[in-house]
């Protein structure tokens, strides 16, 4: 698949402090990019700066194999987007806003705005005045107006902060369809790593400005092997009893009070017993799956995992 977005070398400055740093991307077409990180991560500042809200200090920015500059802006016609919270004229219904919107875009088609409340599930309302909208209508609404233009590349934000289950179940549904069914490359920021593993073919994760992981969703999955999580008293002590006990070397320290076992040859039984009879109080002990969470939170945290 060709990339339609590519971020080479990307950094920003503000006030003399980097708060984006030689950062490197590649979005292929069709696919579905979670760009997941702690909030102030600098997640919002790279999406601006692919729309051209913000300007880059240095690097490279193409999309559609077209370099942004400056003063590009036709490309802008095929990308929707969600920066932030979506702002309506709250005395206006749903129908109307979107009309504005087209109106301003220069985009014509009449059943456009009718076509873009079906799809995300606000026909029923498209006479209602936004003032009357929950959050999750204002986010569907959000993301109807995104769409409405049919755009190649949609572009959201933190697009479920604040929505109930619900509506992130809603929001989670209604993106995959813009995918399968319309063809849609969607670019979503978030720091909720179970929603992002819901639905992304790729995932980006960034800390403190910089990409530190481009890597399938696939990729993850094949990794994604079962370990052992106890939670002790005296980790000092735990890690002597793995090591010189036991001979285990695969383990990561999460927290001072909290490990996970890799190796597969050991029982739970087997361990349990052995830090029991060293004195080791063992608070909890369970059966986990690696998933993106722990995949995520030990990039994060610099991965202090022992092989």
Same mark, same amino acid.
């Given at each position: 698949?060709?990339?339609?977005?590519?971020?080479?070398?990307?950094?920003?400055?503000?006030?003399?402090?980097?708060?984006?740093?030689?950062?490197?991307?590649?979005?292929?077409?069709?696919?579905?990019?979670?760009?997941?990180?702690?909030?102030?991560?600098?997640?919002?500042?790279?999406?601006?700066?692919? +729309?051209?809200?913000?300007?880059?200090?240095?690097?490279?920015?193409?999309?559609?194999?077209?370099?942004?500059?400056?003063?590009?802006?036709?490309?802008?016609?095929?990308?929707?987007?969600?920066?932030?919270?979506?702002?309506?004229?709250?005395?206006?219904?749903?129908?109307?806003?979107?009309?504005?919107?087209?109106?301003?875009?220069?985009?014509?088609?009449?059943?456009?705005?009718?076509?873009?409340?079906?799809?995300?599930?606000?026909?029923?309302?498209?006479?209602?005045?936004?003032?009357?909208?929950?959050?999750?209508?204002?986010?569907? +609404?959000?993301?109807?107006?995104?769409?409405?233009?049919?755009?190649?590349?949609?572009?959201?934000?933190?697009?479920?902060?604040?929505?109930?289950?619900?509506?992130?179940?809603?929001?989670?549904? +209604?993106?995959?369809?813009?995918?399968?069914?319309?063809?849609?490359?969607?670019?979503?920021?978030?720091?909720?790593?179970?929603?992002?593993?819901?639905?992304?073919?790729?995932?980006?994760?960034?800390?403190?400005?910089?990409?530190?992981?481009?890597?399938?969703?696939?990729?993850?999955?094949?990794?994604?092997?079962?370990?052992?999580?106890?939670?002790?008293?005296?980790?000092?002590?735990?890690?002597?009893?793995?090591?010189?006990?036991?001979?285990?070397?695969?383990?990561?320290?999460?927290?001072?009070?909290?490990?996970?076992?890799?190796?597969?040859?050991?029982?739970?039984?087997?361990?349990?017993?052995?830090?029991?009879?060293?004195?080791?109080?063992?608070?909890?002990?369970?059966?986990?799956?690696?998933?993106?969470?722990?995949?995520?939170?030990?990039?994060?945290?610099?991965?202090?995992?022992?092989?």
């Amino acid at each position: 698949m060709e990339a339609v977005i590519q971020i080479n070398q990307l950094s920003k400055t503000f006030k003399g402090t980097e708060t984006v740093s030689n950062v490197n991307m590649n979005i292929k077409k069709g696919e579905i990019y979670g760009f997941l990180g702690p909030n102030g991560a600098g997640k919002t500042t790279i999406m601006k700066m692919i +729309l051209n809200l913000v300007k880059p200090s240095s690097g490279e920015i193409i999309v559609f194999n077209q370099p942004v500059l400056t003063t590009s802006y036709r490309y802008l016609k095929k990308i929707g987007s969600i920066i932030e919270y979506p702002v309506f004229y709250e005395r206006l219904t749903a129908k109307e806003n979107l009309e504005l919107h087209c109106q301003y875009v220069g985009y014509h088609d009449k059943k456009a705005v009718n076509e873009a409340l079906e799809i995300v599930g606000l026909h029923n309302v498209g006479n209602k005045k936004i003032h009357e909208f929950s959050l999750g209508m204002k986010q569907r +609404l959000g993301i109807a107006r995104a769409i409405v233009a049919k755009p190649e590349i949609l572009i959201l934000d933190e697009p479920i902060n604040g929505l109930d289950p619900i509506g992130i179940k809603d929001i989670r549904e +209604l993106l995959l369809l813009l995918k399968e069914k319309y063809g849609m490359t969607i670019l979503i920021s978030s720091h909720i790593v179970s929603e992002i593993e819901s639905i992304a073919d790729t995932i980006g994760i960034i800390n403190h400005g910089k990409v530190l992981k481009e890597v399938k969703m696939e990729e993850i999955r094949k990794e994604n092997v079962g370990y052992l999580e106890i939670k002790i008293d005296n980790l000092k002590k735990t890690i002597r009893v793995l090591e010189d006990k036991l001979e285990i070397k695969k383990y990561e320290i999460v927290d001072h009070d909290l490990i996970r076992i890799f190796e597969q040859d050991i029982s739970q039984s087997q361990i349990n017993k052995e830090l029991i009879i060293n004195d080791v109080i063992v608070k909890e002990i369970e059966k986990k799956q690696y998933n993106l969470e722990a995949y995520f939170l030990k990039l994060i945290n610099g991965g202090n995992q022992h092989a």
